[in-house]
């Protein structure tokens, strides 16, 4: 049996517990490569964000994966963070030790561009979990990496759902649309994975249950981030559970027969105040405007946490 490469990927994050969570699912997967960690700030400011990366590797055993520090703030507007959801840390929850591994020398912004140009044309896949500053800049900066790129699977936007941060804005979109706009108009294929698709994917008791069952120090460390995540949105929706964003993008990647979705234009808005960031979906088709993004709304959550499961095992 001849395996195929694993598929080389740059994941683009703000850690954020979700973020975490996404960050392990990838390295347990043998799927895929995972090049590099490009932080960017969001959930917490940069200076927490590579730490927290860096943390993760390490967990995970894997200090030979780098993070670039990129973008300190977003283009045009100032950062807002979220440490009323993730805590002081961005990784609230478990006991961590501050991480020993260096930051790579460089910035992540040059390291994307240089990637994009080394490697084969459309070998490498771009998976934004923050605020767009990084892919943007990259793209401003290099315009001739966009037809290079595979693909950018990202977590953000929503529709039917509404926003979380702003009544029309979910808060990777909200904290930097001007660099969303840019990777929106890049022409480059996007998969996007809104609050429409995040929000099936809830932590239940048992879902928590199975994780800390696996027994491995990494599921320990996931069950009591996602204890202290969940209380935020659970107290605000009256869930059954928090909702695990970023790692939808990762699964994705590894099983995309569990989701479903529409090929649709999605904008996005910069100039009201009222309605900053939000994300204009096309789900009709009313508009005529080109498809740019294939938008998922579906997923099967069950499927998505066996495979959580069954990867987190793999890891220490
Ligand atoms: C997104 O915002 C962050 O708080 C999460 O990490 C996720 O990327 C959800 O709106
Ligand atoms: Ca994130």
């Known amino acids: 049996m001849t395996l195929k490469p694993a598929r080389p990927i740059i994941i683009d994050t703000d850690p954020g517990q979700d973020d975490a969570v996404a960050i392990l699912l990838a390295l347990a997967s043998p799927e895929l490569q995972v090049l590099a960690i490009t932080a960017v700030a969001g959930n917490v400011p940069l200076a927490l964000t590579t730490r927290n990366a860096r943390i993760l590797l390490e967990l995970a055993g894997r200090q030979d994966i780098p993070v670039y520090a990129g973008a300190i703030r977003p283009l045009v507007r100032p950062l807002v963070t979220a440490e009323n959801v993730h805590g002081k840390t961005g990784l609230d929850g478990p006991d961590l030790p501050e991480p020993t591994m260096p930051l790579a020398p460089g910035d992540a912004i040059d390291f994307i561009i ?9 070998s490498v896949t771009l998976c934004p979990l923050g605020p767009l500053t990084n892919i943007a800049l990259a793209l401003v900066r290099a315009p001739d990496i966009a037809p290079r790129i595979a693909e950018i699977v ?7 759902e509404g926003g979380n ?3 029309a804005a979910e808060f990777n979109i909200f904290v930097d649309p001007h660099a969303a706009e840019v990777v929106f108009k890049s022409g480059v294929p996007i998969t996007m994975m809104p609050l429409d698709v995040t929000h ?3 932590t239940t008791r ?5 994780i800390r069952a696996l027994g491995n120090r990494s599921g320990e460390v996931v069950a009591q981030m996602l204890e202290f995540f969940e209380r935020f949105d659970v107290a605000k929706y009256q ?6 964003h970023d790692p939808c993008v990762i699964a994705y990647l590894l099983r995309p027969e569990i989701f479903q979705g529409r090929h649709i234009n999605v904008e996005i808005e910069t100039r009201s105040e009222l309605t900053m960031g939000m994300t204009v979906a096309d789900w009709w088709g ?3 405007r080109a498809a740019n993004a294939r938008f998922i709304r579906k997923v099967d959550s069950d499927a ?8 987190l095992a793999q890891l220490p």
């Open 114 to 122: 240089r990637t994009l140009r080394e490697r084969p044309a459309g």
């Open 154 to 160: 990202l977590m953000g936007g929503g529709c039917f």
């Open 165 to 167: 941060i702003t009544p």
């Open 200 to 202: 099936q994917v809830l």
């Open 206 to 210: 048992a879902r928590i249950a199975a």
């Open 239 to 244: 869930s059954d559970g928090g909702p695990l």
């Open 286 to 288: 009313v508009t005529g």
């Open 304 to 311: 998505f946490f066996a495979l959580l499961c069954e990867r």
